[in-house]
């Protein structure tokens, strides 16, 4: 959808609205760099895709505040207008202790909640003093939330109505602590991560708690329907309440949730354009001139870009390259495979590990197939422009997007938007939510090998019609659900609730 006819409908349907998001994440931090002071774009899927969003439609955002100038640059009550030079929305930080990081981040959420809901067989570690820190920081979160909406009543009167939108797995408690509040109040909130089978989430400690929160929520988002499903019969299990599976409902305690898939997505028009800037032609310039990251000879160029997250199935991925080039030694010396990756949550053990891993599996396979002049794997662990990465989607003949599990991945729609020539093709695991929609691409299991190394091995011997044909009927389902159609989607269900 073009994001004017997006504000148009919006106006038209809604009327005059006061949208309010909270994510733990923020979409810029402001970071101290000697006496001067960077803004530093976040990582990830959320922010990548509701900052478009939130400059349409003016909106408020509160988020953690985590960079060392956060504090600094903002003003009375942790707000700043955002973009630079743009300002056309607010961010308003919260701003938390150490110890609410330390329990309610890197603990409840990431230690609990990230691991109990993907399910790649890595243990939540459960921790009673953390869910107390995570429910505290919800209520804080719930605080700004209800101080902004006296604000606004107080600035703009009643007949603005107020649009609650909280995002993600951090902030499962938050709704009922606003309810509290205000029953009248719409609230919703969209789950970006999977959402685990009822066997699955029966072991978590808090699971009544959990879903009490979430069911505060007059609209539950999911990625894809199966997520949805999973959530429906897990309110049948562990709470007996009245499930609707005509309507996808759930009644509990009086009051009724709706919950729907809402596949999230790119801003697709923005990147295809971008794709195809001088500033992107200028940097594949550069790139096939001089390259600074990938210095080993190729013909044939593969990469992937991702957290380093155990989710994402890296090293499943380096093994399956690693079986190919024993296949198929006519590769050695031409094929190179570059893994971007951008560190994530590194106090947490779990992650400490896979860095290691990613680190030795990759320097078995360079020291086992590499050369004087050539080596197949390189890694290059630091962020880079938006630009730079759609001048390498372009130069690529395969990039591999293979998670053991992902509510969505962006990254994969991203690729698909950006491969504007139809040089290369896209593997895609079958685990990522993006595979009901990127059904064209080459699918794999990442957990076996054998058959994932085929696949790697097919995509690069694809012939270029081919690529073009899955290409660009990929492009136009992508085009059909952008990412003003998700919020457009989500934002009138709620309304007409
Ligand atoms: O959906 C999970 C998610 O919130 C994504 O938006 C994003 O890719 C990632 O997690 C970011 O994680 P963090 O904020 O912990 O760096």
């Given at each position: 959808?073009e994001?004017?006819?997006?504000?148009?409908?919006i106006?038209?349907?809604?009327?005059?609205?006061?949208?309010?998001?909270?994510?733990?994440?923020?979409?810029?931090?402001?970071?101290?760099?000697?006496?001067?002071?960077?803004?530093?774009?976040?990582?990830?899927?959320?922010t990548?895709?509701?900052e478009?969003?939130m400059?349409?439609?003016?909106?408020?955002?509160?988020?953690?505040?985590?960079?060392?100038?956060?504090?600094?640059v903002?003003g009375?009550?942790?707000?700043?207008?955002?973009?630079?030079?743009?300002?056309?929305?607010?961010?308003?930080?919260?701003f938390l202790?150490?110890?609410?990081?330390?329990?309610?981040?890197?603990?409840y959420?990431?230690?609990?909640?990230?691991?109990?809901?993907?399910?790649?067989?890595?243990?939540?570690?459960f921790n009673?003093?953390?869910?107390?820190t995570?429910d505290?920081?919800?209520k804080k979160f719930?605080?700004?939330?209800?101080?902004?909406?006296?604000?606004?009543?107080n600035?703009?009167?009643?007949?603005?109505?107020?649009?609650?939108?909280?995002?993600?797995y951090?902030?499962?408690?938050?709704?009922k602590?606003?309810?509290?509040?205000?029953?009248?109040?719409?609230?919703?909130?969209?789950?970006?991560i999977?959402?685990?089978?009822?066997?699955?989430?029966?072991?978590?400690?808090e699971?009544?708690?959990?879903?009490?929160?979430l069911?505060?929520n007059?609209l539950i988002?999911?990625?894809?329907?199966?997520?949805?499903?999973?959530?429906?019969?897990?309110?049948e299990?562990?709470?007996?309440?009245?499930?609707n599976?005509s309507?996808?409902?759930?009644?509990?305690?009086?009051?009724k949730?709706?919950?729907?898939?809402f596949?999230?997505?790119?801003?697709?028009?923005?990147l295809?354009h971008?794709?195809?800037?001088?500033e992107?032609?200028k940097?594949?310039?550069?790139?096939?001139?001089?390259?600074?990251?990938i210095?080993?000879?190729?013909?044939?160029?593969?990469?992937?870009?991702?957290r380093?997250?155990?989710?994402?199935?890296?090293?499943?991925?380096f093994?399956?390259?690693?079986?190919?080039?024993?296949?198929?030694h006519?590769?050695?010396?031409?094929?190179?495979?570059?893994q971007?990756?951008?560190?994530?949550?590194?106090?947490?053990?779990?992650?400490?590990?896979?860095?290691?891993?990613?680190?030795?599996?990759?320097?078995?396979?360079?020291w086992?197939?590499?050369?004087?002049?050539?080596?197949?794997?390189?890694?290059?662990?630091?962020?880079?422009e938006?630009?730079?990465?759609?001048?390498?989607?372009?130069?690529?003949?395969?990039m591999?997007?293979?998670?053991?599990?992902?509510?969505?991945?962006?990254?994969?729609?991203?690729?698909?938007m950006?491969?504007?020539?139809?040089?290369?093709?896209?593997?895609?695991?079958?685990?990522?939510?993006?595979?009901?929609?990127?059904?064209?691409s080459?699918?794999?299991n990442?957990?076996?090998?054998?058959?994932?190394?085929k696949?790697?091995?097919?995509?690069?011997?694809?012939?270029k019609?081919e690529?073009?044909?899955?290409?660009a009927?990929?492009?136009?389902?992508?085009?059909?659900?952008?990412?003003?159609?998700?919020?457009?989607?989500?934002?009138?269900?709620?309304?007409?609730?």
């Amino acid at each position: 959808m073009e994001k004017t006819r997006f504000n148009n409908l919006i106006k038209e349907k809604l009327g005059n609205i006061n949208l309010i998001v909270a994510s733990n994440r923020e979409p810029v931090s402001h970071e101290y760099a000697g006496k001067k002071i960077k803004t530093v774009n976040s990582v990830g899927g959320l922010t990548i895709a509701l900052e478009p969003i939130m400059k349409n439609l003016n909106g408020t955002w509160i988020a953690y505040g985590g960079g060392n100038a956060d504090k600094t640059v903002s003003g009375e009550k942790g707000k700043i207008k955002l973009p630079e030079g743009e300002e056309s929305y607010t961010l308003k930080r919260i701003f938390l202790s150490k110890k609410d990081i330390n329990d309610y981040y890197y603990g409840y959420a990431n230690s609990v909640l990230w691991p109990l809901c993907h399910i790649v067989y890595m243990k939540p570690i459960f921790n009673s003093a953390q869910f107390l820190t995570y429910d505290d920081v919800n209520k804080k979160f719930a605080g700004s939330i209800i101080e902004e909406i006296e604000e606004s009543k107080n600035e703009n009167g009643l007949d603005v109505k107020n649009i609650i939108w909280l995002q993600d797995y951090h902030l499962a408690r938050c709704a009922k602590y606003i309810k509290e509040y205000d029953e009248n109040i719409k609230i919703s909130i969209f789950w970006h991560i999977p959402w685990p089978n009822p066997e699955i989430f029966s072991i978590c400690s808090e699971k009544h708690e959990l879903l009490e929160g979430l069911l505060a929520n007059d609209l539950i988002g999911f990625q894809i329907i199966y997520h949805c499903q999973n959530f429906l019969k897990t309110c049948e299990w562990e709470l007996e309440a009245q499930v609707n599976w005509s309507d996808y409902s759930v009644t509990y305690n009086g009051h009724k949730t709706w919950v729907k898939p809402f596949p999230i997505s790119v801003d697709a028009d923005y990147l295809h354009h971008f794709a195809l800037s001088e500033e992107t032609e200028k940097i594949i310039d550069e790139i096939k001139n001089n390259d600074e990251i990938i210095e080993p000879p190729y013909e044939y160029l593969a990469i992937s870009v991702d957290r380093l997250d155990y989710t994402k199935g890296i090293p499943e991925k380096f093994r399956a390259i690693d079986k190919m080039l024993k296949e198929h030694h006519e590769l050695i010396g031409k094929f190179v495979f570059v893994q971007f990756g951008v560190p994530s949550r590194i106090y947490i053990d779990a992650y400490k590990k896979l860095n290691e891993e990613i680190s030795d599996i990759m320097g078995d396979i360079n020291w086992k197939y590499g050369t004087e002049e050539w080596r197949p794997i390189i890694g290059y662990f630091k962020q880079l422009e938006l630009g730079r990465y759609l001048a390498y989607h372009r130069l690529c003949d395969i990039m591999i997007v293979s998670p053991l599990h992902d509510g969505m991945n962006l990254v994969a729609k991203e690729y698909i938007m950006s491969n504007t020539d139809y040089k290369g093709i896209l593997i895609l695991s079958k685990f990522a939510g993006a595979s009901k929609e990127l059904y064209d691409s080459i699918l794999v299991n990442p957990y076996n090998t054998e058959c994932f190394a085929k696949k790697i091995y097919e995509a690069l011997i694809m012939d270029k019609e081919e690529k073009e044909r899955r290409t660009a009927k990929m492009q136009n389902i992508i085009m059909e659900n952008d990412i003003y159609d998700w919020a457009y989607n989500f934002l009138t269900a709620l309304y007409l609730i």
